[in-house]
Nanobody
């Protein structure tokens, strides 16, 4: 069974940190693009960050640049999202998603939030209090 498991959410004060994990079962992240999205009720889902596990290239939404860092674990079945300097506006349910990559992915730096991802995790709540 192929599954993604997102974890690590919680309640934190503004300025604090959290680390989210996205773990794969049934496959490895090799050859995949792994992305984090977030969604607040009533609002559109927003792409937060992604990593192309094969070459380690990363992309970030402007709203989180300099505060969030995405990375992959050595075993290539876990991706982390380190979130520092959290703000109340970061409050959302965070989802991870996986997409099998092709050798050429044009304009990935702008297109990655719009791809049709193959697998989605169940979401983890992040709440930042002011």
């Amino acid at each position: 069974d192929v599954q993604l498991q997102a974890s690590g959410g919680g309640l934190v004060q503004a300025g604090g940190s959290l680390r989210l994990s996205c773990a794969a079962s049934g496959f490895t992240f090799d050859g995949h693009l792994i992305a984090w999205f977030r969604q607040v009720p009533g609002k559109e889902r927003e792409g937060v960050s992604c990593i192309r596990v094969g070459d380690g290239s990363t992309h970030y939404a402007d709203s989180v640049k300099g505060r969030f860092t995405i990375s992959s674990g050595n075993a290539k079945n876990t991706v982390f999202l380190q979130m520092n300097s959290l703000k109340p506006e970061d409050t959302a349910v965070y989802y991870c998603a996986a997409l099998q990559t092709t050798p050429v992915m044009e304009a990935i730096d702008v297109m990655w939030p719009h791809y049709e991802y193959d697998y989605w995790g169940q979401g983890t709540q992040v709440t930042v209090s002011s």
